[in-house]
Antibody
């Protein structure tokens, strides 16, 4: 069974860089695209970006200047870095699998990241 | 890219049918048959209910159906049940090879 698990600090200071990792089990990380999606408290979902195992990436234009997604195939992990964070970046961050030609089908449980001094 | 437009809330009585709309542009919903719908209960991760406009994943009740006309996609829930009370989000592939979510709809079972 495919499982995704987010990990990383739950509290980040304003202007610093948010860093999260998603560990994939039950599937080869070389088989799909892998995405980050976030949800501010009480608000809707926002797609952040995706990466393919080869390193191909694409990002939400509104976040592109601050986002980097990378992959470590040897550890079956992919990571998110979001720089220069503000309180507006406070959200539950989800990682998700997107097989080629298919929708986001498996999601992690989500991790709340709060931006506060 | 702008979020797809959904009604903030839709309600219905048990057994009734409701429809949630998702309006985008020719660069997303209208341009591709890659519209998906997700159900989200409080504190839970979203669950895939419909993909490629009208396809149901294995295990999803046939009370859920999807369709599209022009730049607007729709999710219909027939035979509404208490367990259907949740937030629903549409999402679409875009001409920039990105993805955009809808604003979300809260479904209330009266």
């Amino acid at each position: 069974q495919v499982q995704l698990q987010e990990s990383g600090p739950g509290l980040v200071k304003p202007s610093e860089t948010l860093s999260l990792t998603c560990t994939v089990s039950g599937d080869s990380i070389s088989s799909s695209y892998w995405s980050w999606i976030r949800q501010p408290p009480g608000k809707g979902l926002e797609w952040i970006g995706y990466i393919y195992y080869s390193g191909i990436t694409n990002y939400n234009p509104s976040l592109k200047s601050r986002v980097t997604i990378s992959v470590d195939t040897s550890k079956s992990q992919f990571s998110l870095k979001l720089s220069s964070v503000t309180a507006a970046d406070t959200a539950v961050y989800y990682c998700a699998r997107k097989p080629i030609g298919k929708p986001f089908d498996y999601w992690g449980q989500g991790t709340l990241v709060t931006v506060s001094s | 890219q702008s979020a797809l437009t959904q009604p903030a809330s839709v309600s219905g009585s048990p057994g009734q049918s409701i429809t949630i709309s998702c309006t985008g542009t020719s660069s997303d919903v209208g341009g591709y048959n890659y519209v998906s719908w997700y159900q989200q209960h409080p504190g839970k991760a979203p669950k895939l209910m419909i993909y490629d406009v009208s396809n149901r994943p294995s295990g999803v009740s046939n009370r859920f159906s999807g369709s599209k006309s022009g730049n607007t996609a729709s999710l219909t829930i027939s035979g509404l049940q208490a367990e259907d009370e949740a937030d629903y989000y549409c999402t679409s592939y875009t001409s920039s090879s990105t993805y955009v979510f809808g604003t979300g709809t809260k479904v209330t079972v009266l």
